[in-house]
Structures are given as structure tokens and as C-alpha cells.
């Protein structure tokens, strides 16, 4: 009777560990490669917004969003006619709504940080929004702002740092809300100690406030 009574029960744990083994396992699904993309497409996943997975394209001075369904089956691929050919950096910020692509390029010796509000078929709400301008007077590849968000992603901050003087560096940053309505603006100086001393990392809380390390 004991030995039936545990081959029952070791029958029950190995039936038990199997399903547990098999509602852990997660289905792969690959999306078929696009004429357009090569080895010098740059991508970046957005998120999944209402349903879609929309994925940023950049071919040289074509960028492009490609929108896939839950099964990752390509929908359309909607070109970005409002960023300019050239850009320096591109930052996307999902909602389960909506997103936001911020981005920044150089025109004539001003640099532009530029927001644009898109739905879940990578079609344009509203016109892009201006965030920031700073003047350089040189052609530079480098960015010059960093966007982060908050956990909850209420809070948004956009900053740039000035670093001519190695001994005293100047943020500005630019705090917004989930509307990208401007909340605050600061410009705080921090002294460095040391000549190479570098920040590693930039986070942004639930309340708005900008931690550095």
C-alpha cells in the first residue's frame, strides 16, 4: 500500500512540474526581414502600443516605423516625413496608448530637441513640439540631451549639460508631465573634484526629482 500510495504521489509531482515547466515556456515568434532593411539598418523596439508592436527604422537618412501585429506580422511601414534626413539621437517614450519619439538634430549652428506624439499605427497627433534650443556655432555628431523617465512614467525629464568649465558643470533640465506639459525648470551647478570625474548614471523618481550619479 506504501508503495502504490507514493507512486501516486510522485506520479502527481511530475505531472504537477510538467505543467508548471510548460505554462512557463514562452513561444518565440520571428517577424519576416523587410525589403528595405539591411545590414546598416539601425532599429530600436518602441513597445507594444493598443495591440501593435511598433519597431524604429533608420537606413541612412531614412527612418520609418514598422508596425506588427500580436503575431508580429508586418502591417505597414509608415515613414517619418517630419524628422529631418540627419538626426543626432532618437528617444521613445510608450504608453499603452500612445508614444512619444523625442529627438534631436542640428540646424545651421542650433541644435533641436523636437517631441512628437504617436498612435499605435505610427500616425501623427498633433504637430511636434519644440522642447529645447541650444546654440553651438559647429557641426557636431554628439548629443547634447538625454531624456529619462519616471517609473510610473508621470514624470519626464529632459537635460543637457555644460561642460566647458571642467571643474563646475551646468544642467539645465526640463520637467514634464505624461502631456509633455511643462511642470519645472532648473539649472543646477555641480562641482567636480576631479578633472575625469564622470556621471554613470541619471534617474528621474515618481515625484519629478532628478537623481545623478
Known amino acids: 500500500?506504501?508503495?502504490?500510495?507514493s507512486s501516486l504521489l510522485l506520479a502527481l509531482t511530475l505531472t504537477m512540474v510538467a505543467a508548471t515547466v510548460e505554462a512557463q515556456v514562452q513561444q518565440i515568434t520571428y517577424s519576416e526581414p523587410e525589403r528595405e532593411d539591411g545590414r546598416r539598418t539601425n532599429f530600436e523596439?518602441?513597445?507594444?502600443?493598443?495591440?501593435?508592436?511598433?519597431v524604429f527604422k533608420n537606413n541612412?537618412?531614412?527612418?520609418?516605423?514598422?508596425?506588427?501585429?500580436?503575431?508580429m506580422k508586418l502591417q505597414q511601414r509608415v515613414p517619418l516625413s517630419f524628422m529631418p534626413d540627419k538626426y543626432i539621437n532618437v528617444d521613445f517614450v510608450a504608453y499603452p496608448d500612445?508614444?512619444?519619439?523625442?529627438?534631436?538634430?542640428q540646424k545651421r549652428s542650433i541644435v533641436h530637441c523636437t517631441a512628437v506624439k504617436l498612435d499605435n499605427q505610427a500616425r501623427k497627433i498633433g504637430?511636434?513640439?519644440?522642447?529645447?534650443?541650444?546654440?553651438?556655432?559647429?557641426?557636431?555628431?554628439?548629443?547634447?540631451?538625454?531624456?529619462?523617465?519616471?517609473?510610473?512614467?508621470q514624470k519626464?525629464?529632459?537635460?543637457?549639460?555644460?561642460?566647458?568649465?571642467?571643474?563646475?558643470?551646468?544642467?539645465?533640465?526640463f520637467l514634464y508631465d505624461a502631456g509633455l506639459q511643462l511642470i519645472?525648470?532648473?539649472?543646477?551647478?555641480?562641482?567636480?573634484?576631479?578633472?575625469?570625474?564622470?556621471?554613470t548614471d541619471f534617474q528621474v523618481d515618481n515625484d519629478g526629482q532628478l537623481n545623478i550619479w
Do not use: W
Request: with cysteine; hydrophobic share 35%; proline share 3%.
Open 1 to 5: 500500500m506504501n508503495r502504490i500510495l
Open 45 to 54: 523596439i518602441i513597445g507594444k502600443i493598443n495591440g501593435n508592436f511598433l
Open 60 to 71: 541612412n537618412s531614412n527612418s520609418a516605423i514598422s508596425v506588427y501585429d500580436n503575431e
Open 98 to 105: 500612445f508614444c512619444y519619439i523625442i529627438y534631436e538634430y
Open 127 to 153: 504637430e511636434p513640439i519644440e522642447l529645447d534650443t541650444t546654440q553651438i556655432g559647429f557641426a557636431s555628431t554628439n548629443k547634447i540631451y538625454t531624456t529619462v523617465i519616471s517609473e510610473d512614467k
Open 156 to 173: 519626464i525629464i529632459i537635460f543637457k549639460i555644460n561642460s566647458k568649465n571642467p571643474r563646475n558643470f551646468l544642467f539645465t533640465t
Open 184 to 199: 519645472d525648470r532648473h539649472r543646477i551647478y555641480i562641482p567636480m573634484e576631479e578633472r575625469n570625474e564622470l556621471f
